[in-house]
C-alpha cells in the first residue's frame, strides 16, 4: 500500500478533470464525484498512515519514482513521490479537512448553477497540494506549488462576474509569482551547486555547501514561502482573497496552501540549518507577520478579512517556529495542524453565519446571534477557545510550546510571540462578541437561520478535532514522530521554569480577553463603521498601508516605465527604422525628378549621352 | 562610296530631328523607322566595301528586329489612342491613366 | 528520399490549389483540399519519425545530388533531432491552422483558393529550410519563406495590410541580404581551400581567420536576429502580427520565426564556433533585454493581436538566452521551447482570433466579462494563457526551466534577471484575462459566442499537447539531446560541474541514467 502515493493524487485529479470536461448532465451528481474521489484520498491515505505507524521509525520514508520527468544535459528530474513521517501528517490534513469541506460545501453552492465546476476546481487543488507535500524533487514541489496557485487563482476568482473577484485572483497570483521567482531561483542554484534537485540529495549535500551557497538557498526558499503563506512583504494578496467563496477560504486560505511556506522550510531543513543568516531572517518574518496579522485582525469589520488577519498571524507563529531551527520545526507543523482544524473550522462557521446573513460579511451587522445559530456558535466557540490557547483546546498546547521555544532562541523573540497570544485573544474576543454576544443589530428584511444539517456536520467535526487535537503532544509524540525527518532538537534551558511561562501565556490571554470584553462592553456597538477612530485602528484598517506600499514601490513605477517603453518603442525604436525607411523614400523622390516620362526629353538625352560617348571616343583616337 | 554613307547620315539625321521635335506618336514612330533604315543603308555599304556579308547579315536582323517592334509599337499607340484619344507623346507621360 | 517527398507534398497541394477553379460561395472545396494535404504531410511527418534512431545525434535520412556545380551548391537534406522536432511542429500546427481559418473573412472571398495555397507553400518551404544541409539551399529556402508571407500578410490580412507586408518584407530582405553576403563570402573562403562546397559538413571544416569569421558570423547572425526577433530588431513583428489573420500569424511566428533559431544553432555554431563564443556576451545581454523589454510591452499593449506579438518577442529572448549560454541543458531547452512556443502561440493566436471576428475589433477594451457566454471559449484562452506564462504542468515550463537552469550554471545574473519574465508574463497574461474574461458582460461583447465544434476540433490537438508535454516532454527531449550534445560539443563547451555534488547518487544514477 505504501508505494502507492501517486494514486492519492490521481483520483482527485481524474476527477476534476472528469467533472471539467463531462457535460451539463453531470451538474445533478457532480458534487458527489467530488466529494466521493477527496473521501477516497482520505481512506487510502488513512490506511497508508497506518502502515506507516506499524513500521520502524528509520524505515518510515517510502519513494516511488514514477516516470523521468525531465533529463536533458545534467538536468535531470524525476516524478518522485515521498510518503514519509511529514508528508503523511500533512497527507491527512489536506484529504481529511478537505474531505469536510467538500461536505460543507455541498450545501453551501447549492444554489451555485457552477457548483460542479467548483468541485472540479477543489479537486485539482487537493491534487495540486497532495503532489506539493509529496513531492521529492524541489521540481516536481514546484509543480504543486504552482498547482496550488492555479487553484486558488480559479477558486478566488470564481465569481468571475464581480470584478472584485476578479481582481483579486489576478492579484494572488501575480504575488505569488514574486515568491516563485525566489523559488525558481532556489531550485536554479540547487542544480548548480549540487547538480541535483532531489529533495533528499539536497538536503545530503547542504550541510557541505559554503555559508554563500546556503544563505542565498535560504532566503530564495523563504521569499517563496513568503509569497505563498501571506507572510511580509508578500501578504498583500491574502486579505483580499477573501473575495472567494468561504470553503474556499477555509480550506486554501486557512489550513492548507498558506501553510505551504512553512511545510517548505521545514522539508529544507538542512538548508535552514546550515545558515543561521537564513533562520533568523525566518524568526524576523514571522514575528513581524505575527505582529502585523494580529493589528490587522483587531481592526477588520469584515468577518472573514478579521479571519484572515488571524490566519497570517498564526502562519507567523509556525514561521517563527520553523525559524528556530531543530528546536521549533516539531511545533511549526504542529501548530499548523491544530490551526488546520480550528481556522477551518471557524472559517466555516462564518460562512455559516453568512449563509444565514444574506452574504453580509460586515460584523456591524451582526450580533447576538448565538441564539439564532446555536451549533454555529457552539463549534464556532470551541474554535475560539482553541485559537487562543485556552487550556486544554488545541491551540494552548500548540502555541504554548512555540511561545516556550522562541523564549529559548531570544528573550525578545519570545516577548513579541508573547504579545501576540494577547492581541490574539482580544481581536477573537472582539469577534465573538460583534458577531454572537452583543444586541442584535441586523437588519429587519434579514432572517438569521442555522444551516442545514450538510454543512453543519462538518463544523461539528472540525470543533471536536479543535478541541482534542492537542492529543498529538502527549508523550511528544508528534516531536518524535517527525524527528528522523526533521532532526533532534535540543532542549533549551529556560530561564524560568516551563510551567511558570504556561502560567504567564495564559494571564496574558486572559488580559487580551478582558481587555476585549471591557472595550466591547461598555457601549454598544455602532452599525456602521465609526469614522473617527484611532490611528491604530485606522492602520489597521487599511492593512498597514501595505497595499498603498505596493502601489507606490512597485505597481505605479511599473506602469510608468511600460508606458515610457511603449512610447520609445514606437518612437525610438521602430522610429529610427521607419526614419531611415522615409530618408530613403526623400532621396528616391528627388532622384526622380528628372523622370518627367516626356519621351521626347528622355529621347534628347539619349542623342546628347551618344553624342558625349563618340565625342569622349573620338578625342582618345585623335589623341 | 561617300555618296551611300552621306546619304545615311542625312537620313539618320532628319529621323533623329523628328524623334526629338515631332509630337503625335505615328510620326515618331516613322522616324525611329527612318533612323534603322539609314542604319541598314550604312551597313550594306560597308558590307560592300568591305567585301564580306557581315553587314549584310546585320541588316537582315535589324530588319527583323524593326518589324517585331513595329507590330508591338503599333499596337500600344493604338491602344494609348483608344484609351486617350490622342497619340501625342507629351500627353502619354504617365504609366497609370 | 522521403524528405524531399515530404517538403514536396505540400508545394504540389499549392499548386494544385492555385489551379483548382475558384468555387462559386462557400469555397469549401478548396479548403478541404487544403486540409486533405496538409494531413497527408502531417502523416508523412510521422513515417519519417518512425524511421528516424533517436539515440544518434547524426544527420539521418541523408540526401545529397550535385546542384550547381559552378560554386559547389548541392541540394542536401537531412535531419538531426533538432531539425526533425521542428519539421514535426510545422506539419502539427499547418493541419490546425488550417482547419481554424476555414471561416477567415478575407478582404476578397475570391482569394480564398490562393490564401491556402500560400499557406501551403509556407509549410513546405520551411519543411525545406529545416532539412537542407547545404547553406546555399538553406539560404534560397530562408528567403522563399518570405514570398508567400508577404502575399499572406499583404492580400489577406487587416486595413493596414500593405504597411504592415512591405515593412515585414524590407526588414527581413534587409537580414538576407547580410547573409547573402556571409555566403558569398563562405564560398570564397571554401574556394581558397579547396573545391567550393556549400555543404554543412565541409563548411564545418574550413579555417577562417578570426575576422572573417566573425564578420560571416555577424553576417548569419543578423538575418536569424531579424527573423527571431531579437531586441531592438522586432519592430516588424508586432505590426505584422497586428495586421495578419490569426492563421498567418501562427505561421509567421511559431513557424518561420523559428528558423531564426534553428539557423542560429545549426549554422552560427556549427560553422562560426569561436565568433559565437566571441559574440555570446552581447547576445546574451541582448536576450535578457529582449524577455524583460517585450513583457513590459506586452503588458502596455491594448491590442490582443500586439500583445502576443510582443510575448513572443519575450520568448524568443529565452529561445535566444538558452542557445548562447552553450550548455547543454539550456540548448536542449531552447530547442524544446522552439517546440513548445509553436503551439503556446499558436493556441493563443487562433483562439484570440476567433474572440476578434466574433466581436469585429482587437482592443482589448471591447471586451469583458466573455467567461459568462463562452465559458469553453474561455477556458481554452485560460489554458494558452497559462502555457504562454510557463505554468509548472504545461508545456512551455519544462523548456523555460531548462534554459534557465542551464543559463545559471554559466551566468547567474543573466538567468537570474530573465527569471524576472515569470513575473512580468503573469502580468500581461492575468491582466488581458481579467480584462477580457471577467466582470460583466461588455457592451457590444455580446457576440463572442462559444467555439463552434469545428474550432474546438482544431484547437483540441493543441491543447492536448501542451498539457501532455507538460509532463512527458521525455520524448521529444530525447531526440534533442544527442543533436545539442553534438551542437555543443562541436564549439568546444562542457557543462560546468556541480560545485559541491550531493553525496547522495540520485535515482536515475542507480537506474543507469537515460
Redesign the interface.
Known amino acids: 500500500m505504501l508505494d502507492l502515493q501517486w494514486l492519492l493524487i490521481a483520483i482527485p485529479l481524474a476527477s476534476g478533470a472528469l467533472l471539467l470536461v463531462w457535460g451539463k448532465e453531470s451538474d445533478r451528481f457532480g458534487h458527489l464525484i467530488g466529494t466521493a474521489a477527496s473521501a477516497a484520498s482520505f481512506v487510502l491515505g488513512a490506511i497508508m498512515f497506518a502502515e506507516l505507524l506499524g513500521e520502524n521509525a528509520e524505515e518510515r520514508s517510502h519513494a516511488v519514482s514514477l516516470f523521468t520527468w525531465i533529463d536533458a544535459g545534467r538536468f535531470h528530474v524525476e516524478m518522485t513521490f515521498v510518503f514519509d513521517q511529514l508528508s503523511a501528517l500533512f497527507v491527512l490534513l489536506i484529504t481529511g479537512v478537505g474531505t469536510l469541506i467538500h461536505v460543507y460545501s455541498i450545501g453551501y453552492m447549492a444554489h451555485d448553477e457552477r457548483r460542479r465546476r467548483f468541485f472540479a476546481f477543489l479537486n485539482i487543488f487537493i491534487a495540486a497540494m497532495l503532489t506539493l507535500v509529496l513531492a521529492g524533487d524541489y521540481l516536481v514541489l514546484f509543480l504543486g506549488w504552482e498547482g496550488v496557485g492555479l487553484a486558488s487563482y480559479l477558486l478566488i476568482g470564481f465569481w468571475q462576474h464581480k470584478p472584485s473577484a476578479a481582481a483579486a485572483a489576478k492579484k494572488a497570483f501575480v504575488v505569488n509569482r514574486v515568491g516563485d521567482l525566489g523559488m525558481a531561483l532556489a531550485i536554479m542554484l540547487m542544480f548548480a551547486q549540487f547538480g541535483t534537485s532531489a529533495i533528499e540529495a539536497v538536503n545530503a549535500a547542504a550541510p557541505g555547501a559554503t555559508d554563500t551557497v546556503t544563505t542565498s538557498l535560504g532566503l530564495l526558499l523563504l521569499l517563496g514561502a513568503c509569497g505563498k503563506s501571506a507572510q511580509v512583504p508578500l501578504q498583500s494578496w491574502l486579505l483580499d482573497a477573501m473575495e472567494g467563496p468561504t470553503p474556499v477560504s477555509a480550506l486554501i486560505h486557512a489550513a492548507t496552501m498558506v501553510t505551504a511556506g512553512v511545510y517548505l522550510v521545514v522539508r529544507s531543513n538542512a538548508i535552514f540549518d546550515a545558515s543561521e543568516v537564513a533562520r533568523n531572517a525566518v524568526i524576523v518574518v514571522g514575528l513581524v507577520t505575527l505582529l502585523a496579522g494580529a493589528w490587522i485582525g483587531c481592526a477588520k469589520d469584515d468577518i472573514k478579512k478579521a479571519l484572515a488577519g488571524s490566519t497570517m498571524s498564526q502562519i507567523g507563529y509556525m514561521m517563527l517556529a520553523a525559524g528556530l531551527g531543530p528546536a521549533g520545526y516539531a511545533f511549526a507543523i504542529f501548530h499548523l495542524i491544530t490551526h488546520g482544524f480550528f481556522k477551518a473550522n471557524m472559517f466555516l462557521g462564518a460562512g455559516s453565519v453568512m449563509h444565514g446573513m444574506d452574504d453580509d460579511v460586515d460584523m456591524r451587522h451582526y450580533g447576538g446571534l448565538r441564539s439564532m445559530m446555536p451549533v454555529t456558535f457552539a463549534t464556532f466557540g470551541l474554535g475560539y477557545l482553541a485559537i487562543i490557547g485556552v487550556p486544554p483546546f488545541a491551540g494552548f498546547w500548540s502555541k504554548d510550546k512555540i511561545i516556550e521555544a522562541a523564549f529559548g532562541q531570544n528573550f525578545w523573540v519570545g516577548l513579541g510571540a508573547l504579545l501576540g497570544a494577547g492581541v490574539t485573544a482580544f481581536y477573537m474576543t472582539r469577534l465573538m462578541i460583534m458577531t454572537f454576544l452583543s444586541e442584535k443589530r441586523w437588519r429587519e428584511e434579514v432572517h438569521p437561520h442555522e444551516s442545514p444539517r450538510v454543512m453543519t456536520w462538518p463544523l461539528i467535526a472540525l470543533a471536536a478535532l479543535s478541541a482534542v487535537g492537542g492529543i498529538l503532544l502527549l508523550g511528544d509524540w508528534v516531536s518524535e514522530w517527525l524527528e528522523p525527518v526533521v532532526g533532534h532538537a535540543e532542549h533549551h534551558e529556560l530561564a524560568v521554569p516551563a510551567i511558570v511561562l504556561t502560567l504567564i501565556i495564559t494571564l496574558v490571554v486572559a488580559v487580551g480577553v478582558v481587555a476585549a470584553v471591557v472595550f466591547y462592553r461598555r457601549e454598544p456597538i455602532a452599525a456602521e463603521t465609526p469614522s473617527s477612530v484611532s490611528i491604530f485602528a485606522r492602520a489597521g484598517r487599511h492593512e498597514l498601508y501595505g497595499n498603498e506600499l505596493n502601489e507606490a514601490v512597485v505597481v505605479r513605477p511599473t506602469r510608468h516605465l511600460t508606458r515610457f517603453l511603449v512610447w520609445l518603442d514606437g518612437k525610438g525604436i521602430d522610429g529610427f527604422v521607419t526614419g531611415v525607411a522615409d530618408r530613403l523614400g526623400d532621396t528616391s523622390q528627388f532622384l526622380r525628378k528628372p523622370q518627367t516620362g516626356l519621351v521626347r526629353s528622355y529621347a534628347l538625352t539619349m542623342f546628347g549621352g551618344v553624342a558625349i560617348i563618340i565625342l569622349c571616343l573620338l578625342a582618345v583616337t585623335l589623341a | 562610296m561617300n555618296e551611300y554613307i552621306s546619304l545615311s547620315l542625312i537620313l539618320f539625321t532628319i529621323g533623329a530631328v523628328g524623334v526629338l521635335v515631332r509630337r503625335n506618336a505615328i510620326i515618331v514612330f516613322m522616324c525611329i523607322e527612318l533612323m534603322l533604315n539609314a542604319t541598314n543603308l550604312a551597313f550594306v555599304s560597308f558590307s560592300r566595301q568591305h567585301g564580306n556579308l557581315d553587314g549584310q547579315v546585320a541588316a537582315f536582323f535589324v530588319m527583323v528586329v524593326a518589324a517585331a517592334e513595329v507590330v508591338v509599337g503599333l499596337s500600344i499607340i493604338v491602344s494609348i489612342y483608344r484609351a486617350r484619344r490622342t497619340t501625342s507623346v507629351d500627353d502619354a507621360n504617365l504609366l497609370k491613366s | 528520399m522521403i524528405l524531399t517527398i515530404l517538403a514536396a507534398t505540400p508545394i504540389a497541394g499549392a499548386l494544385i490549389l492555385a489551379l483548382l477553379p475558384r468555387g462559386r460561395t462557400d469555397h469549401l472545396r478548396a479548403k478541404v483540399v487544403a486540409l486533405g494535404v496538409a494531413l497527408i504531410t502531417l502523416a508523412l511527418s510521422l513515417v519519417v519519425l518512425a524511421r528516424y534512431e533517436p539515440t544518434s545525434g547524426g544527420y539521418q535520412m541523408t540526401e545529397e545530388h550535385s546542384w550547381i556545380e559552378a560554386f559547389g551548391a548541392h541540394y542536401s537534406v537531412g535531419v538531426n533531432g533538432i531539425a526533425i522536432t521542428l519539421i514535426l511542429l510545422t506539419t502539427i500546427l499547418v493541419p490546425i491552422v488550417i482547419l481554424a481559418s476555414f471561416d477567415d473573412r478575407l478582404p476578397d472571398p475570391r482569394g480564398t483558393n490562393a490564401y491556402f495555397a500560400w499557406m501551403l507553400a509556407v509549410e513546405g518551404l520551411a519543411i525545406g529550410a529545416f532539412a537542407a544541409t547545404d547553406a546555399f539551399l538553406f539560404y534560397i529556402l530562408f528567403e522563399a519563406t518570405l514570398i508567400p508571407l508577404y502575399f499572406l500578410i499583404g492580400s489577406f490580412g487587416g486595413p493596414n495590410r500593405s504597411y504592415a507586408a512591405v ?1 515585414f518584407l ?2 527581413n530582405l534587409v537580414g538576407g541580404l547580410l547573409m547573402l553576403a556571409a555566403i558569398v563570402g563562405l564560398y570564397v573562403v571554401s574556394s581558397r581551400q579547396g573545391d567550393a562546397s556549400f555543404l554543412l559538413t565541409d563548411l564545418q571544416d574550413l579555417e577562417f581567420s578570426q575576422t572573417t569569421e566573425r564578420l560571416l558570423f555577424l553576417g548569419f547572425m543578423a538575418a536569424f536576429a531579424i527573423k527571431a526577433p531579437l531586441w ?1 530588431l ?3 513583428l508586432p505590426d505584422a502580427a497586428g495586421q495578419a489573420t490569426p492563421g498567418t500569424s501562427v505561421l509567421m511566428v511559431s513557424v518561420v520565426d523559428k528558423i531564426g533559431t534553428f539557423g542560429m544553432i545549426t549554422w552560427c555554431l556549427n560553422l562560426f564556433p569561436e565568433a559565437a563564443d566571441w559574440a555570446s556576451p552581447v547576445i546574451i545581454t541582448l536576450a535578457v533585454v529582449s524577455i524583460v ?1 517585450g513583457a ?2 506586452a ?3 491594448d491590442d490582443i493581436r500586439r500583445l502576443i506579438a510582443f510575448t513572443s518577442v519575450s520568448h524568443f529572448g529565452f529561445i535566444i538566452l538558452g542557445i548562447f549560454a552553450f ?7 531552447s530547442t ?1 521551447y522552439m517546440f513548445n512556443h509553436g503551439l503556446s502561440t499558436a493556441a493563443l493566436f487562433l483562439v484570440t482570433g476567433v474572440m476578434i471576428s466574433r466581436r469585429g475589433s482587437a482592443r482589448i477594451d471591447d471586451f469583458g ?1 466573455v ?2 457566454i463562452a465559458p469553453i471559449l474561455s ?1 481554452v484562452f485560460l489554458i494558452a494563457g ?1 502555457s504562454s506564462l510557463s ?3 504545461l508545456a512551455p515550463f ?1 523548456s523555460e ?2 534554459v ?3 543559463t ?2 554559466v551566468s ?1 545574473p543573466a ?2 534577471v530573465a ?2 519574465g ?2 512580468l508574463a ?2 500581461y497574461i ?2 488581458m ?2 480584462r477580457t ?4 458582460l461588455a457592451p457590444g461583447a455580446e457576440g463572442v459566442t462559444e467555439l463552434r465544434p469545428r474550432e474546438i476540433a482544431a484547437l483540441t490537438p493543441a491543447i492536448m499537447l501542451i498539457i501532455g508535454l507538460g ?4 520524448p521529444v ?2 531526440a ?2 544527442p543533436a ?2 553534438t551542437v555543443v560539443s562541436h564549439i568546444g563547451k562542457t ?10 547518487d ?3 544514477a542507480e537506474e543507469g ?2
Open positions: 515593412k524590407i526588414y531592438p522586432h519592430t516588424w523589454y513590459l510591452l503588458i502596455g499593449q550548455t547543454t541543458t539550456s540548448m536542449a531547452g524544446l466579462g467567461q459568462k477556458g497559462l505554468l509548472p504542468g519544462v526551466f531548462l534557465l537552469a542551464g545559471f550554471t547567474i538567468a537570474a527569471t524576472l515569470i513575473v503573469a502580468l492575468l491582466i484575462y481579467q474574461m471577467t466582470g460583466p509532463f512527458f516532454p521525455q527531449l530525447n534533442i539531446n545539442v550534445e557543462d560546468p560541474t556541480p560545485k559541491t555534488p550531493t553525496p547522495i540520485a535515482p536515475a541514467g537515460h
